[in-house]
């Protein structure tokens, strides 16, 4: 049986990892390639890594750590931030990331998404998505932002999952922008809706607080993966003990 | 010499890792003579099986691959470097494969998420040395839309269940392939080069 998976995830700025960790097993908890290495060792089923190195060579570092990751870490990479066209996306995975996520270049131009499948195929695609509620809706609705959740782009979320998944995406990555950072439990109705408006799968965001909200998403809102930043940086929960609770709860998941 | 086949796709720069961090040192090559030389033969791979065989033809690997596999010598094929062993594959109509194999490439059945991504466990069904110091039902990476029915059901050395169960191992004698990523499955993943590697060089004709 396909089991669920847990994904750390590390924001990346010029080369470095941002919102530090306190790991005190780690020599440098800045160090990208360290705590890749560590959250391998500790059972995570992918890495995602978020660059948001504002400039250039910023970027050209994210191709260094992510070649450097690759040569020691030998599970699932993805790697986001920044990418704008098929020859950023090929950059990454060249290096040896397995999918490359896009967000605000895939609103401003769709067919970046079909480009990007056509040439590395579907499974490589990762659509990001930082969804608002609309909160003067009856209906549960929720808007597309970009920039960094700076801009809304009056799109409708479910329809936007829709239309990416026509165009080739092969996963969405979907971040509540009002549960992220808040630790108190993902936006288990966006993720539900999200999950069951298209054929792939779903890893949901933001919001993680404890271990029942990760159990919640999976269960209530049928993600096909959890990603968390801060509870598992902050060691408030080790990938271990977590995932230790979700079989105990009799969620699929890899020990 | 080892070799990882480069057709211009794939995840190469992973298999060439992991096959490097177990102390070999692999050459990349799209050579049909480096090929048809070599003591073992990676074929890596992801995308679309129809454009993998026309990437082989054009580069004259077509035969090689199956020349060495006709005659017992070690080969691992991972994900569509599995399903191109097949007699051919229904993905985007019917295309043929290198026919190493009696068998078809069909789609996934709906009702699951498509791709099939993530990590499942794979059920071994027969005892083979690329099983070596790796438990029954250990869990593999596996990314795919399609997967691979041979004819000859005995064939199936590993079985994974996605709705329905699905050949996740070919092995038999050198001929190893697998539709998950070993390169992207941790230390059981890598064990599983190990023991391919060790099978290919232990065997050694030269």
Known sequence: MLTKRIIPCLDVQDGRVVKGTSFVQLRDAGDPVELASFYYREGADELVFLDISATPEGRETMADVVERISEEVFMPLTVGGGLRSTIDMRRMLRAGADKVAVNSAAVLTPVLISDGADKFGSQCIVVAIDAKRITSSEKPRWEVYIYSGQKPTGIDVLSWARQVVELGAGELLLTSMDADGHQAGYDIELTRAVSEAVPVPVIASGGAGTLEDIYQALIAGKADAVLAASIFHYGIYSIGETKEYLDRRGIPIRI | ?206
């Open chain 2, 1 to 206: 010499m080892i070799v990882i086949i480069d057709y211009g796709a794939g995840n190469l720069r992973s298999v060439l890792n992991a096959v490097t961090r177990l102390g070999y040192q692999p050459r990349i090559t799209n050579s049909p003579n480096e090929v048809l030389n070599a003591q073992a033969v990676i074929l890596p791979g992801v995308g679309a099986a129809a454009d993998t065989m026309e990437s082989l033809r054009r580069l004259g690997l077509a035969s090689p691959i199956r020349e060495i596999i006709a005659n017992g010598r070690p080969f691992f094929g991972v994900c569509i470097g599995l399903q191109v062993l097949v007699t051919g594959t229904e993905e985007g109509g019917w295309h043929e494969c290198l026919g190493a194999i009696a068998g078809t490439v069909r789609k996934l059945p709906s009702g699951l998420k498509i791709p099939h991504m993530g990590w499942n466990q794979v059920k071994q069904r027969v005892s083979h040395p690329v099983f070596g110091g790796i438990p029954d039902g250990a869990n593999f990476y596996f990314v795919h839309s399609y997967y691979v029915e041979p004819d000859d059901e005995s064939l199936v050395a590993g079985e994974t269940d996605y709705g329905i169960p699905i050949c996740s191992v070919i092995a038999t004698g050198n001929l190893v392939a697998t539709q998950f990523h070993p390169e992207k499955s941790g230390e059981f993943g890598i064990k599983m080069y190990s023991n391919f590697l060790k099978m290919a060089i232990a065997g050694r004709q030269d």
